[in-house]
């Protein structure tokens, strides 16, 4: 079911392919989420992101709130790929590797589907503000 979601996902955005985009697009604050992370950051003009932070959320309702550092890149074709770090006592480094994202063409929405190091491949989302 979830492939079947991802792939309604990605054949979404299949229109994006026409759109221009640049690294500019990119730039300002980013809403980012996948599985058991939600995450918050600045991207900056070079695709670095700034003041970031993910909470991780648990089943009994619980979260932990870690620093976020990474870099997220597009190229003309509005395809997004990058990496977020996370890092905390228990696990010095969590990595995001995003693999295959797509920016619609409001500019607004990223979609696509990262690697986990814990989790191992999920989709994920992010919302410009």
Known sequence: MRKFIILVLL????STV???CSQADLVGRWDFTSNSYSC????IERGQLDKGSCDELFEDGTKETYPASGEIKINRYCKVTGYIETGNVVEPTSRFEILAGRLKEDKLLAIGEAYHDIYWY???GMIKY
């Open 18 to 20: 026409s759109a221009e």
């Open 11 to 14: 054949i979404s955005c299949a």
């Open 122 to 124: 999920a989709s994920f």
């Open 40 to 43: 918050k950051f600045f991207i």
